[in-house]
């Protein structure tokens, strides 16, 4: 959820995400996670060996507030509420939805949010009910795209991004600004790891048939992010501070 400047425990996944597969409506964009207010979970990235953007995105009108880490295909964005960002009236019910997510420890929501972008101009046709909303960030006329039913409090926030904010040729422009010590440049494969108390709803199952996302039962929610095809056959486990596992 950030507008990009001009300037700027198992085997690895098979799904590749940096291209679209020919007559494919959607791609993988971003993934996020919500954390703590202040992102104090930020550290565990630093030490980690990836470096994190300065720029701190306020999201005005859905009171949050987000931090990310670039890489040249995508980015992973750390996410929290902010009494300090308004909220649009009309937003309030997805604002709560972003404090459940953030309480996501003691709350039984998911904690991450997987992000699409298109790649046609033609309208979304998709198998299963949307429905869209608008902040005052987004540019003019843009709206987000949600895949995840509006009363659904189990299962990740999935959503399709507004065209405006999902340049390709913009996003390698602001990574490559930055140079992780990691030695990561793309990420190139995306797993979500679902509790057995979970049951995945179809459009989850419908990202997974597009092969942006793998699916996986494990006993508590967890992302897990492959860059460069895991070339140096490498992983790093950041829980339990994060819910997230990197391979490389």
């Known amino acids: 959820m950030k507008i990009i400047p001009l300037f700027a425990s198992t085997v690895l996944s098979i799904v590749g995400v940096a291209t679209a597969a020919s007559g494919q409506q959607l791609a993988f964009d971003h993934a996020s996670i919500m954390v703590s ?7 565990v990235l630093e030490q980690a060996g990836l470096q994190i953007s300065p720029g701190v995105n306020r999201n005005e009108g859905q009171g949050t507030v987000s931090i990310a880490v670039e890489f040249q295909n995508s980015y ?8 300090s960002v308004p909220v649009k009236p009309s937003l309030e019910h997805a604002a709560q939805k972003f404090r459940n997510r953030m309480a996501w420890r003691t709350s039984g929501w998911c904690p991450f949010g997987i ?4 790649t046609t101009d033609q309208e979304l046709t998709l ?8 902040a005052d960030w987004m540019p003019k006329g843009a ?4 895949l995840t039913p509006r009363e659904d409090t189990r299962s990740p926030a999935l959503y399709v991004e507004p ?3 999902t340049d390709q040729d913009k996003q390698a422009a602001l990574a490559a600004r930055f140079h992780h010590p990691l030695g990561v440049h793309r990420i190139t494969s995306v797993r979500l790891v679902w509790p057995k108390t979970y049951q995945p709803i179809e459009s989850l199952e419908y990202l997974q048939k597009e092969k942006i996302v793998d699916l996986r039962q494990g006993q508590e929610w967890l992302l897990e992010l492959t860059f460069d095809d895991g070339k140096q056959q490498r992983s790093k486990d950041l829980q339990p501070t994060l819910p997230l596992l990197l391979r490389y």
């Open 127 to 134: 198998p299963f009910p949307t429905w869209s909303w608008t």
């Open 115 to 118: 992000a699409s972008r298109r």
């Open 76 to 83: 992973l964005e750390l996410v929290w509420v902010d009494a």
């Open 37 to 43: 207010p202040g992102a104090p979970e930020r550290a």
């Open 163 to 165: 065209r405006a904010v």
């Open 143 to 146: 709206e987000m795209v949600m």
